[in-house]
């Protein structure tokens, strides 16, 4: 780890990248992030997840000139260790501010610089900002679009608005707020942690989605994920999401229960209509709900 661009740290921004196994959509994420109009108020914190396919060494270049800090956690902690990682790392340096994406985030040259204008405009007093995020055709990204509540996504995509819910995918927190709120749960593992740490930061604070930060994910696809529809290889993930979701919606007591609870009977329905091997995908979503019960992580705090 190489930590001497953190030195005047105290009013900059870190980029921390969680990464994994992507080295050539890694190395497009960093000359994005190089290639920002105000890169001068900007380090980048690469956070590995014990990649195999020659990500170090791609990058060791960019390590050595003091481009990017890299961390290695010798073990893939999955999106949610990694962010929790990264996040506490970025504090313990002394950073003001924390933009959290993943390795195939490919921000605009203005994402950040719009992020700090909304910043400025609102005096810090906000949770977090969250960015356009369009797919890699220009299209908005399905699996990224904002919610303003439980029960509505966002749908005008050129006007600044309250949100509650926002992905990982460029996501702007001053780090007073993650030491009041603590970090994302690392027990997550995968999918939820976003959802989850936006809306207990939400039920603290005003959370701003910001047009004019805009930012590319290139994802596989433009679709989000749906245990109905996915292929057959990948259906034992999502033992990660209904498990999770438990939690997610016990942030907001009876509501939250309604809420999940209508979700659950449309994932029944849809499986029962459209989906194949029906038996094993609701072995699998009422297996992970049953777990979720039983399931309450305990929240990281920063200690000063």
Same mark, same amino acid.
């Given at each position: 780890?190489?930590?001497?661009?953190?030195?005047?740290?105290?009013?900059?921004?870190?980029?921390?990248?969680?990464?994994?196994?992507?080295?050539?959509?890694?190395?497009?994420?960093?000359?994005?992030?190089?290639?920002?109009?105000?890169?001068?108020?900007?380090?980048?914190?690469?956070?590995?997840?014990?990649?195999?396919?020659?990500?170090?060494?791609?990058?060791?270049?960019?390590?050595?000139?003091?481009?990017?800090?890299?961390?290695?956690?010798?073990?893939?902690?999955?999106?949610?260790?990694?962010?929790?990682?990264?996040?506490? *790392?970025?504090?313990? =340096?002394? /950073? +003001?501010?924390?933009? @959290?994406?993943? %390795? #195939?985030?490919?921000? !605009?040259?203005?994402?950040?610089?719009?992020?700090?204008?909304?910043?400025?405009?609102?005096?810090?007093?906000?949770?977090?900002?969250?960015?356009?995020?369009?797919?890699?055709?220009?299209?908005?990204?399905?699996?990224?679009?904002?919610?303003?509540?439980?029960?509505?996504?966002?749908?005008?995509?050129?006007?600044?608005?309250?949100?509650?819910?926002?992905?990982?995918?460029?996501?702007?927190?001053?780090?007073?707020?993650? *030491?009041?709120?603590? =970090?994302? /749960? +690392?027990?997550?593992? @995968?999918?939820? %942690? #976003?959802?989850?740490? !936006?809306?207990?930061?939400?039920?603290?604070?005003?959370?701003?989605?910001?047009?004019?930060?805009?930012?590319?994910?290139?994802?596989?696809?433009?679709?989000?994920?749906?245990?109905?529809?996915?292929?057959?290889?990948?259906?034992?993930?999502?033992?990660?999401?209904?498990?999770?979701?438990?939690?997610?919606?016990?942030?907001?007591?009876?509501?939250?229960?309604?809420?999940?609870?209508?979700?659950?009977?449309?994932?029944?329905?849809?499986?029962?209509?459209?989906? +194949?091997?029906?038996?094993?995908?609701?072995?699998?979503?009422?297996?992970?709900?049953?777990?979720?019960?039983?399931?309450?992580?305990?929240?990281?705090?920063?200690?000063?």
């Amino acid at each position: 780890m190489n930590t001497a661009l953190s030195l005047n740290a105290s009013n900059k921004v870190a980029a921390i990248v969680v990464t994994y196994n992507r080295k050539k959509l890694l190395l497009k994420n960093i000359k994005a992030l190089r290639a920002q109009t105000c890169k001068n108020k900007l380090d980048i914190l690469i956070v590995d997840n014990a990649s195999t396919d020659g990500t170090y060494e791609l990058i060791k270049a960019l390590i050595d000139d003091e481009e990017i800090i890299y961390f290695n956690t010798h073990k893939n902690l999955g999106g949610a260790g990694g962010f929790n990682f990264g996040m506490r *790392k970025a504090a313990e =340096l002394g /950073y +003001k501010y924390m933009w @959290i994406m993943d %390795d #195939d985030t490919i921000p !605009t040259v203005t994402a950040l610089e719009n992020l700090l204008i909304e910043d400025k405009k609102l005096k810090g007093n906000y949770g977090f900002l969250s960015s356009r995020v369009l797919w890699k055709d220009g299209n908005i990204c399905k699996m990224n679009v904002q919610k303003i509540n439980k029960w509505k996504r966002l749908t005008n995509f050129k006007s600044e608005v309250n949100v509650q819910y926002a992905s990982f995918v460029s996501l702007f927190i001053p780090t007073k707020v993650v *030491k009041k709120v603590g =970090l994302p /749960y +690392k027990e997550f593992f @995968i999918w939820s %942690d #976003d959802w989850e740490y !936006t809306r207990r930061i939400s039920q603290k604070y005003i959370c701003k989605y910001v047009p004019n930060s805009v930012v590319n994910h290139w994802s596989g696809s433009n679709v989000g994920a749906d245990i109905v529809d996915a292929p057959q290889d990948r259906i034992n993930r999502f033992k990660y999401l209904f498990r999770n979701d438990v939690v997610l919606y016990r942030l907001d007591g009876f509501e939250g229960k309604m809420y999940l609870n209508l979700r659950i009977i449309k994932y029944v329905v849809k499986i029962l209509v459209k989906g +194949k091997n029906k038996k094993q995908r609701l072995h699998i979503m009422f297996s992970a709900l049953k777990k979720g019960k039983s399931f309450y992580p305990q929240i990281d705090y920063i200690r000063e």
